[in-house]
T-cell receptor, first 113, second 116 residues
Framework: GDSVTQMEGPVTLSEEAFLTINCTYT??????LFWYVQYPGEGLQLLLK?????DKGSNKGFEATYRKETTSFHLEKGSVQVSDSAVYFC????????????FGTGTRLKVLA | DVKVTQSSRYLVKRTGEKVFLECVQD?????MFWYRQDPGLGLRLIYF???????EKGDIPEGYSVSREKKERFSLILESASTNQTSMYLC???????????????FGSGTQLSVL
């Protein structure tokens, strides 16, 4: 069935380090892909998205490229800040037959000063 | 900005109680959703609604029901709370999109429910 797999956390980095959070998916058709972020005490909010193969989503210094050949949508940031500490969720939306969001299990990022 | 408001941030209930979780959105969105969030399991869809008085089961509807009498309000009901329903509950909404491929979900801040 359709699914999203992302790397387990927690991921602990020093400030200004490079970040990669891996995400791969299994889906029929051509899903849209998303990264959501959840800051402490808050609900999820959309970080970036890509709707077709080779699209690159970007926001707040984060980037992810929709790779159809490897069914991946890895999240990257060149230099993380303490304020990036949060839980990051990879997600896809299925639109064939029924409308449904599928979320990964989330990856907690902790950035140390 | 869209605002999705959940009535309580923390809630403590006893086993067997009937529990109501309320969610209100202020942007006239057609779609509303209830998820539960558990460590290691991510977000799991309980119920969703595409319109007033309409509801559809998600992946884990057992032990829950919902009500949508008005477009802006979507209530989650635990008929008889049990300890395994202790969780973070997240409400979300989104506008109607006939293609469904570009929809962004707007989330509330969540209700942490503890059932003792």
């Amino acid at each position: 069935g359709d699914s999203v797999t992302q790397m387990e956390g927690p991921v602990t980095l020093s400030e200004e380090a490079f970040l990669t959070i891996n995400c791969t998916y299994t889906a029929t058709g051509y899903p849209s892909l998303f990264w959501y972020v959840q800051y402490p005490g808050e609900g999820l909010q959309l970080l970036l998205k890509a709707t077709k193969a080779d699209d690159k989503g970007s926001n707040k210094g984060f980037e992810a490229t929709y790779r159809k050949e490897t069914t991946s949508f890895h999240l990257e940031k060149g230099s993380v800040q303490v304020s990036d500490s949060a839980v990051y969720f990879c997600a896809l939306i299925i639109t064939s037959g029924t409308y449904k969001y599928i979320f990964g299990t989330g990856t907690r990022l902790k950035v140390l000063a | 900005d869209v605002k999705v408001t959940q009535s309580s941030r923390y809630l403590v209930k006893r086993t067997g109680e009937k529990v109501f979780l309320e969610c209100v959105q202020d942007m006239d969105h057609e779609n509303m959703f209830w998820y539960r969030q558990d460590p290691g399991l991510g977000l799991r869809l309980i119920y969703f609604s595409y319109d007033v008085k309409m509801k559809e089961k998600g992946d884990i509807p057992e032990g829950y029901s919902v009500s949508r009498e008005k477009k802006e309000r979507f209530s989650l009901i635990l008929e008889s709370a049990s300890t395994n329903q202790t969780s973070m509950y997240l409400c979300a909404s989104s506008p109607y999109d006939i293609w469904g491929s570009n929809e962004k979900l707007f989330f509330g801040s969540g209700t942490q429910l503890s059932v003792l």
